[in-house]
């Protein structure tokens, strides 16, 4: 089991200092050697800064000591502003191994802020998501080599870490999947956060449920096979039969019987056969060679 949030993250006081010209060797240049420096030079009537310098604090706290954050007050500290030619501000310096390896001058989004951070953690070898993607990384492979209880109290602990964690809500409800709990693997997802409820992780596994769900309706294959062979236009056996198929975890021959289907009549159970095509799309990886190769005869199909 990954233990989260236990890794060399500094207290939130070493995280974030108000520095002068007395301690900026000491707090800037001396601890770059070990971490990215970020260098906020600002000044108390600076309309921009007041916006700037607190959305800078909160990306340089959620890297969770891959980044720690020094605070210049211009007016206090004209030497520094002076030799770091600081013209304006608010101006934004990174310090690594003793020297500046980034900046910015003036506000900017919140999107480039955290933009700026992860750059800068990247320079300094570490991870803006304070190790959650190397957690994801080590629940999938849990989860695909079988370790299913493991796997979804990792996929738990990122949740804990991060609540709007789209790929780690689809990890757990994919490892009660794997335990054929289809119904908890819907009220896993069905507890997603609303900005999140639509991402393409989280809608994949909605189609790996639906197609759970029907697996557990499926028919014989054998025996839907001799009635797609006795009759090549008994439609629903046929799509039957790729319902069964793809139950039996042969996705590709499920998807070549769907694309019959569609062939012989498209419309056939107002386009049954298109929407479960999709379903099966969406439930693969999109560049799962069955995807690529059905999703271009399809549209073969449809724009010939």
Not at 109 to 115: F, K, N, Q, R, V
């Amino acid at each position: 089991m990954l233990e989260l949030g236990q890794g060399a993250a500094a207290p939130a006081a070493d995280l974030i200092k108000d520095v002068s010209e007395a301690t900026f060797m000491q707090d800037v240049v001396e601890a770059s050697q070990e971490v990215p420096v970020i260098v906020d030079f600002w000044a108390p009537w600076c309309g921009p800064c007041k916006t700037l310098g607190p959305a800078l604090e909160a990306a340089v706290t959620k890297a969770k000591g891959a980044v720690r954050m020094a605070k210049v007050n211009v007016d206090e500290n004209q030497m520094i502003a002076g030799q770091m030619r600081v013209q304006s501000i608010p101006t934004v310096y990174a310090f690594y191994k003793g020297q500046p390896v980034d900046g910015f001058q003036g506000a900017v989004p919140p999107s480039e802020i955290d933009a700026f951070v992860a750059r800068v953690v990247e320079q300094g070898g570490g991870q803006a998501d304070g190790g959650l993607g190397e957690a994801l990384e080590a629940a999938e492979e849990m989860l695909e080599q079988g370790a299913v209880t493991d796997a979804a109290q990792t996929f738990a602990a990122i949740l804990g870490e991060d609540p709007n964690s789209a790929a780690a809500f689809a990890g757990l409800a994919r490892c009660h999947l794997a335990m054929d709990d289809v119904d908890q693997a819907e009220a896993v997802l069905n507890g997603a956060p609303a900005e999140i409820a639509e991402a393409p992780e989280i809608e994949a596994v909605r189609a790996q449920i639906e197609l759970a769900r029907q697996a557990s309706d499926a028919g014989p294959v054998d025996e839907l096979r001799a009635v797609v062979e006795a009759d090549a236009d008994n439609h629903q056996a046929r799509f039957d039969l790729a319902q069964a198929l793809h139950a039996t975890g042969d996705a590709e021959a499920a998807v070549e019987e769907l694309l019959e289907l569609f062939r012989r009549d498209r419309e056939w159970n107002d386009g049954a056969a298109k929407a479960q095509l999709f379903t099966i799309f969406e439930a693969l990886k999109p560049q799962d060679p069955v995807v690529l190769n059905g999703r271009r005869r399809l549209s073969s199909m449809i724009f010939a």
